[in-house]
């Protein structure tokens, strides 16, 4: 089974602290995505990876950053948390498409960030 | 750019009736997938069916199937004989399969289900 872990389920972190939120993944995916969940807006895609130290801005990329230095592995960064960062964060993870069963991602747990 | 709209935000549905969850779409490109997701209450998402859009014969999962209709740009789920177990936020998504790796995803509904 594919397995996609999170490094923290929940978290709180205090106003400009630097946050590290870690995805690791087994099933030798090339893309890799952390999104932002809130009530009422869906899944909101925040960087995406689609190799090693290659990265994509997605949708609200404000006060993020992300690093890939191995393909098993896509960090989501917050240099300076703020309050309204607090949220769930889900990583996925998926080969790219075009491969026979592209497409569909793959979940983690989630992190809940709770920023204060 | 491509959107996915779900107009309802919670649906209820009584044990082993069926329901149909609403999922409309915007996308330019001819070529796409669309995706139901499922996330039970603290637990990862999962894929429920999927739909590639060239393809005219509504996709099936067991008790689950789709309602696509292309022209309109409609993509529903049909829950048959609901169960407990079906209780979840629903999300429905949509991406492109060619150059475009970002999946769009909609609000969502949860689904409650009556005992």
């Known amino acids: 089974d594919v397995k996609v872990t999170q490094s923290s389920r929940y978290l709180v972190k205090r106003t400009g602290e630097k946050v590290f939120l870690e995805c690791v993944q087994d099933m030798d995916h090339e893309n890799m995505f952390w999104y932002r969940q809130d009530p009422g807006l869906g899944l909101r895609l925040i960087y995406f990876s689609y190799d090693v130290k290659m990265k994509e801005k997605g949708d609200i990329p404000e006060g993020y950053s992300v690093s890939r230095e191995k393909k098993e592995r896509f960090s989501l960064i917050l240099e300076s948390a703020s309050t309204n960062q607090t949220s769930m964060y889900l990583c996925?993870?998926?080969?790219?498409?075009?491969?026979?069963?592209?497409?569909?991602?793959?979940f983690g747990p989630g992190t809940r960030l709770t920023v204060t | 750019a491509q959107t996915v709209t779900q107009s309802q935000p919670e649906m209820s549905v009584q044990e082993a009736e069926t329901v149909t969850l609403s999922c409309t779409y915007d996308?330019?490109?001819?070529?796409?997938?669309l995706f139901w997701y499922k996330q039970p209450p603290s637990r990862q998402m999962i894929l429920v069916i999927r739909q590639e859009a060239y393809k005219q014969q509504n996709a099936t999962e067991n008790r689950f199937s789709v309602n696509f209709q292309k022209a309109a740009k409609s993509f529903s789920l049909k829950i048959s004989d609901s169960q407990l177990g079906d209780a979840a936020m629903y999300f429905c998504a949509l991406i492109s399969n060619f150059g475009n790796e970002k999946l769009t995803f909609g609000t969502g509904t949860r689904l409650t289900i009556i005992p």
């Open positions: 996925a993870s998926s080969h790219p498409p075009g491969l026979a069963a592209a497409d569909e991602q793959y």
């Open positions: 996308t330019s490109e001819s070529d796409y997938y």
